[in-house]
């Protein structure tokens, strides 16, 4: 066992002019600039609506074209990875569906997980899937002090509804892929109050391990190494999904990374991932831009108003706070999408990250940003 303590650093940004002395080496090399397509979704009241963008690292544009996605009601439950984009619905008769849509492809298709019953009881508590299987958590309420917890594997191959029910004896909260194993977060709501971790091998959809987590996990997820990050308010455990062997990293007071509340997982190819982070005295916007670095235990935040003017922040894009976070790695840039003041609208702001960060552009969106992917 290996513990490490975290360090967290507010980021002084600069807003770094463009003009470059032409002594000595003759200047810096320009930015390679890639062609990029961003898909953003937008909220609008209750309803999610797509907004195609264009890009490289020069300008961005929008797309006027449409997405098969279409209108949407605010999922529940969403799972993501890369541009496949999973989001679960309970519908009015108490059933449920996961609209899957791949956004590389323009791809979409909706299962429905529970053909088998009718049962309003039935609550779903996460999804996740792979390229052949669809998963999801759920439990139902057989009465007012007993419950029944499964996760189903829905076979995403198959031409029909097929499925298997994988029974749980603890309520299941959360779900993670990786190394050909099902991570599933697991509460002792009957009992302890207590986390733990059961393990299922996919290839025969049987549990394989439990592991107890002790005080309450916030959440799990896969980092870039195919690692299962385990959150608490107070400390994180890497556990290692092919060995299982772990290592704790400790969080000082006020060092803490805060991304136990974080849905989605945007990571750059060195594994330091992306997210909306509070902001607490760091700023005056309720949330500001984060990224943590998990080799280095840093976290590095991006306050609006050390990398823009306050005519820019107040007046010209009228931000109130940060709602989506993602990093188009061909340009080098964090793409942060953020709500008006009292509009429901938003827009996209694109900078260079640390060590040298400066602001690049924006774009007005007719929504608030709900998430980002990039093509």
């Known amino acids: ?23 000595g080496t003759g ?12 898909v953003t979704l937008l909220k609008k009241g209750s309803k999610i609506t797509t907004q195609l963008l264009n890009a490289n690292a020069e300008v961005i544009t ?10 949407k ?88 509804f097929s499925f298997v029910d994988i029974p749980m004896n603890k309520k299941p909260v959360d779900l993670a892929l990786a190394n050909n194993r099902l991570f599933i977060l697991t509460l002792d709501v009957a009992v302890s109050g207590e986390s733990f971790l059961s393990v ?41 999904s092919a060995n299982m062997s772990v290592v704790y990293t400790n969080y000082g007071d006020g060092t803490e990374p805060k991304f136990t509340t974080n849905t989605t997982d945007h990571f750059d190819i060195e594994g330091r991932l992306y997210y909306p982070i509070v902001s607490e005295s760091a700023s005056i916007y309720p949330e500001i831009p984060a990224v943590y670095d998990f080799a280095q235990n840093l976290v590095t935040l991006y306050a609006f108003e050390n990398f823009l003017t306050e005519e820019k922040r107040d007046f010209e894009f009228e931000i109130e706070t940060t ?35 400066a602001f690049i552009d924006n774009i007005n969106l007719d929504g608030v940003p709900y998430e980002i992917f990039i093509n």
Do not use: W
Not at 62 to 71: D, F, T
């Open 1 to 23: 066992m290996r513990t490490y303590n975290i360090i967290y650093v507010l980021l002084a940004l600069l807003i770094i002019g463009c003009s470059q002395s032409d002594e």
């Open 73 to 160: 009601e605010i999922p529940q439950l969403t799972s993501i990875n890369g541009t496949k984009f999973f989001q679960y619905q309970r519908k009015s008769d108490c059933s449920g569906s996961v609209i899957r849509h791949d956004f590389a492809t323009d791809q979409m298709v909706e299962i429905n997980m529970f053909d088998d019953m009718n049962d309003c009881t039935l609550t779903a508590n996460a999804i996740s899937f792979s390229e052949s299987s669809l998963f999801v958590a759920y439990e139902l309420e057989i009465d007012s002090k007993t419950f029944e917890y499964m996760v189903r594997v829905i076979d995403l191959n198959s031409s029909e």
């Open 62 to 71: 929008l797309n006027p074209a449409e997405s098969a996605l279409g209108v």
């Open 323 to 357: 709602t989506a976070i993602n990093y188009d790695k061909e340009n080098n840039m964090i793409l942060i999408g953020y709500k008006k003041v009292d509009k429901q609208e938003g827009g996209l702001l694109r900078i260079k990250p640390a060590p040298e960060p």
């Open 200 to 240: 299922m091998d996919l290839d025969s959809n049987s549990l394989i391990h439990e592991k107890d987590l002790g005080s309450r996990a916030r959440r799990i997820f896969r980092n870039m190494d195919d690692d299962i990050i385990i959150s608490y308010d107070e400390l994180h455990t890497t556990l290692n």
């Open 27 to 38: 200047g810096e090399e320009k930015q390679k600039s890639v062609d990029a397509d961003y």
